[in-house]
Structures are given as C-alpha cells and as structure tokens.
C-alpha cells in the first residue's frame, strides 16, 4: 500500500515556496521541542535521524532515511506509484544512486535531527509498535487536505507501515474518519479487493496518528479490467446494506443540503444552492438506490495484481449515498490525469453516466441525475475543505466543475 499521491513531473514557484515552507512546518510538528533539526552537522551526537531531501530543499518532495543504502533505497522505491514511464525512470535513477551511495553528489540537502528519541515521532511509533523503525516523510502539494504521510521501515529497509498524521480539524477528522473505516472494512467481508488493516490508532502531542499496514503494491500488476472494477466497487457499495427511495426524502439529500447550507457562504456557494435548487425540482422524486462508496476512488489509490485488487486512501468513505459515484469519480479523475483539461473532463464523464452507471442497476431516469448529484458532493467537499484558499490545483469550482455542473442542471 502507498497512499501517496504522484506528484506533477514540473513543480511551479507557487508551489516550490509552499512546499518549502510546508518542510519547516512538518519537521516542527514532528520533532518538537526539545528536538532540533540543521542542515550541517553541528556536532551534537544524539542524533535521532539523518535525512536526504528529495530532489532538493528548494523542491521537497520527500525526506529519505539516510541509516543505510538499503533504508534509503527503499524508502525511494515504495514511497509513491510513478503514473508514466518518464516517471518510473526518474524514480529509478534515484534508488540507483542512492543506494550506490552517490547521494553526495545527487543529494546535497540534508536534514539533521536531534535531540531525545522519546521526543520524536520515531520514538512515538516505535514504542507504539513495539519495534525498531525509520521514517520516511512525504512532502505533498498545496491542498487543505495536506498532511504528513509516513513511510516505515525497518532496518533491513522493508517498508512495513503507512502513517497519517492529522495537525488540523479538517485534517484530523479525516483521520479518524479513515481509521473508523479501515475497522469497518476489516469486518464487513469484502471479497473482490484488498484494504489495509489498522496497525495503531491515537494521539501524540494532540495530534491525530493513524498506522496502517502496507499493502505489498511492489508485487507484479496485472491488466484492470472494467469488470474486475465494477464487482470491488459493487463489494464496496454492498458492504454496509443498501436503501432505497427518492431523492428529496433520503437521508443522503438532508445531509448534502446540510452540508451544503454550511457551505453556502463561500463565494460560489450560491451558485451552488441555486444549482441544487433547481436539480431537485427536475428531479427530486427519482427513485434511487444508496449504498457505500470509497470517496476517492482514483487510479492512484489502487493497484492491481493477478489474484487481489490493492486499494487504500479511506478516509473519504461514506454510506447512504447513490449507487455508481464510485464509478462516476473514478472516470472523472482518470480523464483529468490523462489530459489536464477538467473541465473537458467534467463534460465527458457526465455525457458517459449511461455507460457508467448501468452496471451498478441506476435505472436509465436516474443515470444523469446521479452523476450531477456526485458533481454536487464533490463541489460541496471542496469549498468545505476550502481548497481554493489552501491554493489547490482545481480549487476554484468556477475555473471547471460548476460551470458544467450549472449547464447540465439547467438542460434536465
């Protein structure tokens, strides 16, 4: 399992000086007081790890564990899925040097930490785990969502763990949303796809800590098939019991307009709840099925090997809601990776909701309607999180989403 997520090939100066920034504040949150961190080797021996930043401290992508060429390598090797094959190639060519120690020369930034291991997050897990460990620290892009994702490994450089680390209410629910899930998942008898299991859940220094084993991504992949797809997302939906009725009486309409209402004050809010407003009077008493889905269900957050369906990042997981959002996201965001225009993206996926939906039996009256209801959860999602003002790549709805969402709604 890597829940990480492949960040763009070329970073933007925006984005370059937040991830700096981000750097400063994810090494104090994990290595407080009365730990220290430098940048040269300032003679203190109590030294609780050494860390090369990848590829520089002006770019943070990643801090590599630097106790031995295998840790390191390691650490290169599992911490992301490359999403092209430029990308692998770069990955490579890192793991190769490093691990032939020639980091020197390609990594010149390093971290020092010092100071009492009981202080540390690495004290933290390895007493929480009971076992020796090293971290690895993954530096994301802009997004309210943001926060640290560990990599751990042990000395022999196997990565065994994952790591969520909530600092903020949002991020911090999300945490808990997602150990809440994973514990759900574990029980509910899935069969046509694999989670991560809950390994430690609780809180340090009033931060909100979730670890979750590895799932063994590393392993050869095979071809996804449609229908491979549609039965774990079927699995999924079914996992919890399944409702029926229409729109305007379930409890799913009563939440989203709740979430909605507390939304609403945002700048495009009400173009939003105008937008809602007119759905339901086109299509409030639809009928339609509710079941779970995974709320983020993208082609990064899954892997496929021959005999298991890998798939994690939780912490968006909900039930009650209409059947196929899985589907529909799923589509949304592979067309935005593979492209770059969301707004295109927008429009394709809504024009293939029949194609979409009919595997998960969305009757052909409803198959429209639920597409625009996920826009709707997923333009409601982002003004809640604020991620225009977190400075998101597609945080600002009216650049893409709503324009669509609004056309669409007007047309039913």
Known sequence: MSPVKTAPAEL???????????????LALLYPQPCRTAREDDGETNRIAEYLVVPNAHRP?????????????????????????????????????????????????????????????????SDALRRDLSVSVHIGPARANRKPVLQLLTPDGETFAFGKIGTGPLTQRLVRAETAALNALGTSGLTKLTVPRVMHAGQWRGLQVLVQSALPVW?????????????AMLDIAGCCGYTTGPLVQSAYWHELRARLAAAGERPEGAALIAAVDLLAAHAG?????????????????????????????????????????????????????????????????????????????VAPVARETTALLYLVDLAVRYLTDRQAEAGARLGVLGTWLLPVLIRRVEEL
Do not use: C
Not at 18 to 25: A, G, K, S, V, W
Not at 219 to 231: G, N, Y
Not at 322 to 335: I, M, T
């Open 219 to 231: 392993l050869p992949r095979a071809p996804l098939t449609p229908r491979r797809l549609t039965a």
């Open 12 to 26: 933007t100066a925006g984005d370059a000086a937040l991830r700096t920034q981000y750097l400063t504040e994810v």
């Open 61 to 125: 992508r990643l801090l590599v564990p630097n106790p031995s060429p295998a840790v390191a390598a390691a650490a290169v090797r599992r911490y992301a899925e490359p999403q092209s094959r430029m990308a692998k190639l770069k990955r490579h060519a890192v793991v190769a040097a490093v691990h032939a120690r020639a980091d020197r020369l390609v990594f010149r930034d390093r971290i020092l930490v010092t100071g009492p291991v009981s202080a540390s997050i690495d004290g933290y897990l």
């Open 285 to 361: 008493e639809t009928t339609l099925r509710y079941g779970a889905w995974h709320g983020d269900w993208a082609p990064w957050n899954m892997a496929n090997l021959a005999d298991a369906l890998l798939v994690w990042d939780w912490e968006r997981f909900a039930t009650g809601v209409p059947l196929g959002f899985d589907a529909v996201h799923h589509e949304l965001q592979k067309r935005i990776q593979s492209s770059g225009d969301a707004r295109g993206a927008v429009e394709a996926t809504v024009r293939k909701a029949d194609e979409l939906l009919a595997p998960f039996g």
